[in-house]
């Protein structure tokens, strides 16, 4: 089984809302990071699970929420007023350090250990 595995994605109308999940053990801290074509993969949202600090991308803040659910051993993001521009691959990524600030890990894709397979995101009307 693959370290990190994505559910949710899909289409949807701008406004819109949709939830991702990701699952997998073994990390202190998860986040999403999406890629749009003929983009870099850049930071969304990310979650430190040993402080709960969380870090938003300046363009989502407001919007998404990233959360643990400790019964699933998931870490979710919910999407909420979706735009256009959002839609990318989303991907799920997890850190084994337990030192990493949340912020860098949503900032340096280096500081990346594992990523999931990724999950596609529409939003088009």
């Known amino acids: 089984q693959a370290p990190l595995v994505e559910s949710g994605g899909g289409s949807v109308q701008p406004g819109g809302s949709l939830t991702l999940s990701c699952e997998g053990s073994?990390?202190?801290?998860k986040g999403w990071f999406r890629q749009a074509p003929g983009k870099a993969r850049e930071g969304v949202a990310c979650?430190?699970?040993?402080?709960?600090?969380?870090y938003y991308a300046d363009s989502v803040k407001g919007r998404f929420t990233v959360s643990r659910d400790n019964a699933k051993g998931t870490v979710t993001l919910k999407m909420n007023s979706l735009k256009t521009e959002d839609t990318a691959v989303y991907y799920c990524?997890?850190?084994?350090?337990?030192?990493?600030?949340?912020?860098?890990?949503?900032?340096?894709?280096?500081?990346?250990?594992?990523w999931g397979q990724g999950t596609q995101v529409t939003v088009s009307s």
């Open positions: 990524a997890g850190i084994i350090n337990p030192f990493t600030p949340v912020q860098t890990m949503c900032t340096v894709t280096q500081a990346i250990d594992y």
């Open positions: 073994g990390f202190t801290s």
């Open positions: 979650f430190n699970g040993n402080d709960g600090t969380t």
